[in-house]
């Protein structure tokens, strides 16, 4: 799970909250990361084995032993339905990749999710990054990058097109 707290860099003098006449919430951001695909199809077992099947539910009891279903109980939808099949966890390392852009948040994990979100960090501390972890889970390498190149440069004509006053051609200028 991804929280972002913008309760302490977020304020209703903001100039972006004060231009839409909007008061920010004081709830959190948050998302939680469904890797679905870290599952792989056996064909060859009848059954996912109860420690498979405990890595992925977060219990035994999850498990109903006379049919070849998964429940999800992870699921914060009402009407979710159990996964049908056998599965195989895989284990693997999660790779983070965050982009903060003053507010701009996008996180994409082990090139195939990705979640983009907007924030509004308007107080003068707002200029920091945390990362948190639950369990057993540890950071095996952190890079950060404070000075990053930027994608225009700093002369930057954009061309634009312009009536002619006198011919009414379109004229190209740079």
Known sequence: MVIIDRTKSSNAKCDVFMDNDVTPVDDP???????YDVFESLADQDTASDSDASSVTGSDEDVDDDSDSLADSD???????ADEGTYKVTREN??????????????????????SARIYPCGEDSDG?????????????????????H????????????????????????
């Open 129 to 149: 990054i945390s990362l948190t972890a639950s369990g057993k889970t540890t950071f095996e390498k952190v890079q950060v990058w404070t000075d990053p190149k």
């Open 29 to 35: 951001v948050w998302g939680h990361f469904y890797l």
């Open 75 to 81: 699921s914060e939808a009402d009407d979710s339905e």
């Open 94 to 115: 999660l790779n983070f990749r965050l982009f903060v852009d003053v507010s701009t948040v996008e996180v994409f994990v082990n090139n195939r999710f990705a979640l």
């Open 151 to 174: 994608a225009w440069p700093a002369k930057r004509t954009v061309p634009t097109k312009q009536l002619h006053k006198k011919t009414r051609n379109i004229a190209n200028t740079a």
